[in-house]
């Protein structure tokens, strides 16, 4: 997935991550999220997610998020990188606890904006989750 690709890049030559790990939709994304949920490994320090994914949408993905109450969440920084334009999702998305919610393309400035400003670390541990076939 060439945004898949992209992000990943911006991200590691940037220096905003050390190590990224990415997931193709929403349920690949919860699957590799249980290592951290069940006390493994520290929890990432930030997700960056899209809304349109396969089999578990974005939507779908913060709902079950939500639901799982993992302690320690509310410090992850969820960031919404999307091609959407509708006030509604950006409203929802609001309310599920997303941080930032970027229209793609988003440059490697304002990618840097979102991560930083919620930043309790230099170190990211970022998640990219990112649809398999999503080309804009």
Do not use: C
Not at 46 to 57: G, H, Q, S, V, Y
Not at 77 to 90: C, E, G
């Amino acid at each position: 997935p060439i945004f898949n690709f992209l992000h990943t890049r911006m991200l590691s030559l940037g220096g905003l991550a050390k190590e990224v790990h990415t997931a193709l939709n929403g349920q690949q994304a919860l699957d590799l999220l249980n290592g951290y949920f069940s006390g493994t490994a520290a929890l990432p320090d930030a997700i960056l997610l899209d809304l349109t994914m396969p089999e578990l949408d974005g939507f779908g993905f913060l709902e079950a998020l939500r639901k799982l109450k993992v302690p320690g969440m509310d410090r992850v920084n969820i960031v919404v990188i999307t091609s959407s334009i509708n006030p509604k999702d950006m409203e929802r998305v609001k309310e599920l606890g997303v941080t930032k919610y970027l229209i793609k393309p988003v440059t490697l400035d304002k990618l840097k904006e979102a991560l930083l400003e919620w930043a309790w670390f230099r170190d990211f541990l970022p998640m990219y989750i990112e649809p398999q076939t999503l080309f804009i």
